[in-house]
């Protein structure tokens, strides 16, 4: 499974970090042909530092960490670093610290990289299992299909705000409907009206996880992976929001919940249909 490679983390704290580096050279001699990048900068807490240009050894506590022709290693000080490489101390230093967030990025990205095989096989056993997201989309597509669209739109509307809407302050206002008021406050699995499976499960968890898949061999060094850190961080909620959904899926599609539905207020077209439907849960479909 490729992942992100994930660059050598540099850490300069002290000048015994700068010269215990094994391929570190000081003091070289001034050519400017020699240098050849810049590998990072240091900013320690005093003047510890001491400039590797032979003509310099300027004692500083800013710098930057070089790399020579001849695959060695040097520090110059800010001055020489910004005269030889004609770049400031401060843009250097805002590069490689968007260099180490994002390898900090990746390093978080490639924790789930790691475990892709898993993650696709546990998409799949929700899909798959009885009663899993196939069966609730199956299911709910039927019922969509088979009730009126008024019912359908009490369901989302209860679904969106359960504890105080519309369908309630009318059955509350009318004391002959106290049961059916209890009937439908007692009305589980609604959440499957608020979101959606496919959404859930394929939108939010597969497609994010294959994009960043192809993210890895055509990624942009200038690009930001943000975005899919967060992915990475939600991804366990977003597990949990479509286990509970295909739960509240299985609660709603019982014969006591159903019948419910009776409850709501309706005209009268549609509560007639409602309370003469025979809605078979095994073949999630009406029986003929």
């Not at 994010?208 to 943000?226: G, M, Q, R, Y």
């Not at 909620?237 to 207020?265: M, T, W, Y």
Request: net charge neutral; charged share 30%; aromatic share 8%.
């Amino acid at each position: 499974m490729p992942v992100f490679k994930i660059d050598e983390k540099i850490m300069l704290n002290s000048w015994d970090d700068i010269v215990h580096r094994p391929y570190f050279e000081s003091p070289v001699k001034t050519q400017k042909n020699r240098f050849v990048g810049i590998t990072a900068v240091y900013s320690l807490e005093d003047q510890s530092a001491c400039c590797g240009m032979s003509d310099c050894l300027k004692s500083h506590k800013r710098g930057f960490l070089v790399s020579t022709s001849d695959k060695k290693e040097t520090n110059l000080c800010e001055t020489c670093g910004q005269r030889l490489f004609d770049v400031s101390f401060e843009s250097q230093e805002k590069m490689f610290q968007d260099q180490v967030r994002i390898r900090e990025q990746k390093i978080r990205i490639n924790t789930v990289l790691e475990q892709v095989d898993d993650i696709k096989a546990r998409i799949k056993k929700l899909k798959q299992d009885p009663k899993g997201a196939n069966w609730l989309y199956r299911v709910l597509t039927n019922f969509r299909r088979t009730y009126p669209v008024d019912l359908l739109a009490a369901l989302k509307e209860l679904a969106m705000n359960k504890d105080d809407n519309a369908i309630l302050k009318v059955l509350a206002e009318n004391e002959t409907d106290i049961s059916k008021l209890e009937h439908v406050k007692q009305l589980q699995g609604l959440g499957i009206f608020a979101a959606d499976i496919r959404e859930e499960l394929i939108g939010k968890i597969l497609k994010p996880l294959i994009k960043i898949e192809e993210l890895v061999d055509n990624f942009d060094a200038k690009s930001s992976l943000t975005s899919q850190c967060k992915w990475v961080d939600n991804l366990e909620e977003q597990f949990a929001c479509a286990e509970l959904l295909i739960e509240e899926g299985r609660v709603f599609f019982d014969a006591e919940n159903l019948e419910r539905l009776k409850s709501i207020p309706l005209s009268e077209v549609s509560n007639r249909f409602v309370k003469s439907l025979n809605w078979d849960i095994n073949k999630a479909a009406k029986n003929k």
